[in-house]
């Protein structure tokens, strides 16, 4: 057979257009008449949410190569044109779907009684308080703008909606009403007398306007009750026609930390300068007014294909206060509350379980509480003598914070390197760190041309006059909140060589240049690359034909090209290659003679898949490790990461249990076909939800537990006769 060139571009997926396919499997959710309403509705938002990043991120750095004329072209043979042009075009038809999805949620919602009422839906007592509603509480905070007559133009925030409006001057106006009026020509005919005005629509107010009613929840949209009274802003005006729009900024702004002496200053300023980036999408009211999309498109400087026109509700990402609100809890998904980890039932020392052995965690099905619990020992505990950690994104009240907030305060010696350029988060760290360093930690920012997405946590505690050292290493943030809604993996350790390793990041981190030997982690972006490379190469060696290689790997995205030409290498010498990738997979699976023993699946179900795990069977000495990063690019070539060996048999036996329950769904899994699209899996046999099952065996390892206890109980002491 022929040598088959590994580079060729019909080998790899578009990049771009394999996260939409990933946006795609979750709408596939938000339509599922299999999910109850709101949790649909929740999916639908969702999508929405990660379509605001996507452009703001990736399709605004497309533009940006479109505009400086780079004409190179991606692994899959896409020019920068190329693939706006088809970004354009899927995106589109996405919003189609997810628009009629939205309205026929809607629809149905109205048989429990809840109703979103558009502006020709709304009766005349609906009417008469609306009108009552937005001359007392909404017109006092409104700032019309006269746009065609401000210079400089302003400058309208993105992901703010917006009322455009077609304004003329009534025939028969007093003079105060014409004063107080934008200038404009005279003459009711008078196209002059036409002026485009621009409301923002204030952020601070709720979007759902609650309706009077006997029966039933009622809502109009804030944006509806806006555009229905634009007349009033604009006394002696009359209103020719309304639309609601919505811009998108680009907000990939590079951060140049080389040289940055005030790295914390220089965040801010580029959060600032976000706001005045290019407008990058705009969606606006369908079928709008000719003249009000031909001002805004010239005004934006945008083309067609930036345009998206919305039938209903602009920015879904509202909808999430509706899917969330208290009621209609049999239009809901059943909660499924974290669980005590397994490796934790029964003990009640946790310094004293640690030093007995690992622990594997397991969130969302396990709490996060052990990690906080952990933390917050820590900064009480007099023997606890010095705390590092690292801080990629945290939660807006975080508890990690104020326990390393209280050990400083307790006088220990706390280092935290706060990741500044964590993107879209940036603001929120740079609170973190004004807020820790004023406790009287030791803040970092990382090391300058890197992001520190690394998750590790290391204690010193002092014990019968000896030092230990305890880490805990994750594949998620230290996030109280995202840890019950991220699937994702952490081990608590004091493992000695395990822990020397994370105590020489930390030194790497704080004042070394260069990477150290290490015993059993690998680091990014050292290593990290080569050690995948050499993980699957080293399998394609063990494997025989009687005994032929497996690797199983579960990941957020597959991008790094040099890890995919490894895989094919492993696939044509026949090692089995499985992978579960949630988002982004640039590799093309079942191709003839290169892919053709790699099956790739991916599952969007309640909770975010964010873990990182990877089993090589190594000639039947199983190795099996948990990471930080993805197999992406950027994380291997320009972020600090961990990659960590799971060491205690029962462990690795589990993570492999875990990842065959994954490979065995065939409820919410759907497989990558070799033409880039997904479709659903199917099988005979009996029904595997793979999130499901992990609840439940999470639920049942705390019931046997408690079983084993109470068979166990001692016997209460007699009673006094």
Known sequence: MAAVNLKSPELYINRELSWLEFNDRVLREGLSPDLPLLERLKFLTIVSSNLDEFFMVRVAALKQQRSARVRRRDPSGMTPVAQLTAISQRVHRMTAEQTEGIAAIF????????????????????????????????????TPLAVEDLDPLPVLPGLQLHVA???????????????????????????????????????????????????????????????????????????????????????????????????????????????RRAVVRMSISARPDRRIRRHLMQWFQLENDDVYEVEGILDATALAWLAARPGF??????????????????????????????????????SFQPVVDLLTEAAED?????????????????????????????????????????????????????????????????????????????????????????????????????????????????????????????????????????????????????????????????????????ILAKTNSLQDVEVIRALYRASQAGVTVRLNVRGICCLRPGVKGVSENVDVISIVDRFLEHARVFYFRNGGHEEVYLSSADWMRRNLSRRLEILFPIVVPAQRRRLVEILNTYFADNVKARRLASDGTYHPVTGKGRRVRAQEKLYREAVEAVRLAEQNIERFRPLARPRNP
Request: some cysteine; overall charge negative.
């Open 107 to 142: 629809a149905a919602l109205r048989e429990h009684g809840l109703f979103v009422h558009g502006r020709s839906e709304w009766d005349e007592t609906q009417r008469r308080f609306l009108r009552a509603h937005f001359s007392r509480s909404i017109n006092p905070l409104l």
């Open 382 to 550: 007099p023997d606890v003598l010095t705390i590092k950690q690292t801080l990629y994104r945290t939660s807006g009240d975080s508890p990690v914070v104020r326990a390393l907030e209280r050990a400083a305060e307790n006088g220990k010696e706390v280092t935290v390197l706060v990741e500044l350029k964590a993107r879209f988060d940036e603001a929120r760290n740079v609170g973190w760190a004004r807020r820790l360093e004023d406790a009287g930690c030791h803040v970092l920012y990382g090391i300058a041309g890197l992001k520190t997405h690394a998750k590790a946590l290391l204690i010193v505690r002092r014990e019968a006059d000896r030092l230990h050292r305890y880490v805990h290493l994750a594949t998620g943030n230290y996030n109280d909140r995202t840890a019950r809604l991220y699937s994702d993996l952490g081990l608590m350790t004091c493992d000695r060589d395990l822990a020397a390793d994370v105590a020489a990041f930390f030194n790497l981190l704080t004042g070394y240049s260069e990477s150290v030997g290490w015993s059993r982690i690998t680091v990014a972006p050292t290593g990290l690359r080569q050690r995948f490379v050499d993980l699957i190469e080293r399998e394609i060696q063990a494997s025989t034909p009687d005994r032929p290689g497996l």
């Open 329 to 366: 809890e049999q239009l809901k998904s059943t909660d499924w509350p974290p669980q005590p980890p397994r490796d934790l039932l029964g003990s009640d020392d946790l310094w004293q379980t640690l030093r007995e052995g690992d622990v594997l965690l397991f969130h969302p099905y396990e």
């Open 165 to 275: 409006a077609v304004v003329r001057r009534a025939a028969g106006g007093t003079a105060e009403a014409r004063a107080a009026a934008p200038a404009a020509g005279t003459g009711e005919a008078d196209p002059a007398a036409e002026r485009i005005v621009v409301v923002p629509v204030p952020t601070h107010l709720a979007r759902f306007v609650a309706l009077p009613d006997d029966e039933g929840l009622h809502f109009a949209l804030l944006e509806d009750v806006i555009a229905e009274h634009v007349a009033a802003l604009f006394p002696g005006y009359e209103t020719l026609a309304t639309a609601v729009f919505r811009l998108t900024r680009d907000a990939d702004v590079a951060i140049a930390d080389d040289d940055a002496s005030d790295l914390l200053q220089v965040v801010e300023q580029a959060v600032i300068a976000r706001r």
